[in-house]
């Protein structure tokens, strides 16, 4: 069964800063990959996806995201965080084999920002 | 605007008693998903629908219904069998199959459920 896991549970980064979110999956091919991101009392917001080809994701809010298959990761990455970026960062892989509907999410990640 | 509307945003009930999460979509999708969330878990999946008048079940679907007789629509009964229903609860739908065939999952804004 395929499985996801972000290592860090929680993140301070201070505002201006840069930030590395990872996410590690476990899958034998190459699955489909998501990252959501959720505000308190919300719900997700898809900020961006990996189906195929350039393994450099662009997306929403300036945030972009790298495929490496040799480390099995899609860690998500901001050049510049925004104090409203403070939310939890889930990372989910879509394949076969997974649950009931293919997509597995990972824990999440909650990010704070400092001033 | 499109989307997916869930409701009501919070609701109490007492031990015992049946509840129903309402959740509607007007993005035409054909999927939809009930989720829970708790501290700390993630999402876990307890029901879904690919089509109208067919459900299955999720990895938690223990002492929860749903019903799925519009494409818009798709309720989610708490009933009393579920031991621990306090939690908040996530509907989402996706345009058609599964995210393992590369299809994006979209959510609603969720419902807080409290049993007291």
């Known amino acids: 069964a395929q499985s996801v896991t972000q290592p860090d549970i929680h993140i301070t980064v201070s505002e201006g800063a840069s930030l590395e979110l990872r996410c590690n999956y476990s899958y034998g091919a190459t699955p489909y990959l998501f990252w959501y991101v959720q505000s308190p009392g919300q719900g997700l917001q898809l900020l961006l996806k990996?189906?195929?080809?350039?393994?450099l994701v662009q997306g929403i809010k300036g945030f972009e995201a790298e495929f490496k298959r040799s480390q099995s990761s899609f860690n998500l990455r901001k050049p510049s965080v925004h104090w409203s970026d403070a939310a939890e960062y889930f990372c989910a892989v879509g394949a076969s084999g997974g649950g009931a509907d293919g997509l597995t999410f990972g824990k999440g990640t909650h990010l704070i920002i400092q001033p | 605007d499109g989307g997916i509307t869930q409701s009501p945003k919070y609701l109490f009930r007492k031990e015992g008693q049946n509840v129903t999460l309402s959740c509607e979509q007007n993005?035409?999708?054909?999927?939809m998903y009930w989720y829970r969330q708790d501290p700390g878990q993630g999402l876990r999946l307890i029901y879904y629908?690919?089509?109208?008048?067919?459900?299955q079940k999720g990895d938690i679907a223990e002492g929860y219904s749903v019903s799925r007789e519009k494409k818009e629509s798709f309720p989610l009964t708490v009933t009393s069998a579920q031991k621990n229903p306090t939690a908040f609860y996530l509907c989402?739908?996706?345009?058609?199959?599964?995210?393992?065939?590369?299809?994006?999952?979209?959510f609603g804004e969720g419902s807080w459920l409290t049993v007291v």
């Open positions: 993005l035409n999708h054909d999927a």
């Open positions: 990996y189906f195929s080809g350039d393994t």
């Open positions: 989402a739908s996706s345009i058609g199959g599964s995210p393992s065939s590369g299809n994006t999952i979209y």
């Open positions: 629908s690919q089509i109208v008048n067919d459900f």
